[in-house]
């Protein structure tokens, strides 16, 4: 009778394992997380990320006008990863329920002529922490100047 013994040898051939879509865009997003948001192009961007994305970009460049405007420096902004920038934006958009239209009204006050947020919200996570604050103050109703009540008094007589 002859016995019988298995024999352990290691195996030479590799195995590929193929990686899904869904897999592909994580390994994608988690190298681009760690990539200056500015050198990131659009098409790198996974598609359910783009309108985040696109928020994200526009208040940066934003927030680098405001910063250049009163002479502050801006490699911080402009060195900031994608994942700095991008995180923020899509967790106001999906967790705490911000609109697109509350980020425009968020955006126009910062783009105004209002200079106080201007000087506080410089990055994402801090438009994140105050866009509640922000939203309240962009709709409060504007303070009309006696002389702008004046003419509106004029015109009503007038029709």
């Known amino acids: 009778m002859s016995k019988q013994c298995t024999k352990r040898v290691q195996s030479i051939a590799s195995i590929d394992k193929q990686l899904n879509l869904k897999q592909l865009k994580l390994i994608n997003l988690k190298t681009l997380d760690k990539k200056p948001f500015f050198k990131v192009e659009k098409s790198e961007?996974?598609?359910?990320?783009?309108g985040c994305f696109q928020w994200a970009l526009k208040?940066?460049?934003?927030?680098?006008?405001?910063?250049?405007?009163?002479?502050?420096?801006?490699?911080?902004?402009?060195?900031a990863s994608l994942k700095d920038f991008l995180a923020p934006v899509r967790l106001m958009i999906e967790k705490?329920?911000?609109?697109?239209?509350?980020?425009?009204?968020?955006?126009?006050?910062?783009?105004?002529?209002?200079?106080?947020?201007?000087?506080?919200?410089?990055?994402?996570?801090?438009?994140?922490?105050?866009i509640g604050q922000l939203i309240a103050q962009a709709k409060k109703p504007v303070k009309i100047k006696t002389m702008d009540l004046m003419v509106q008094h004029k015109i009503q007589k007038y029709d």
């Open 59 to 79: 208040f940066q460049e934003l927030f680098l006008k405001n910063l250049k405007n009163k002479g502050a420096p801006t490699k911080k902004i402009e060195m």
């Open 45 to 50: 961007i996974p598609e359910s990320y783009l």
């Open 96 to 130: 705490d329920g911000v609109s697109e239209g509350q980020l425009q009204l968020a955006y126009e006050l910062l783009n105004g002529s209002d200079e106080f947020w201007k000087g506080i919200i410089l990055d994402t996570n801090k438009l994140k922490e105050k």
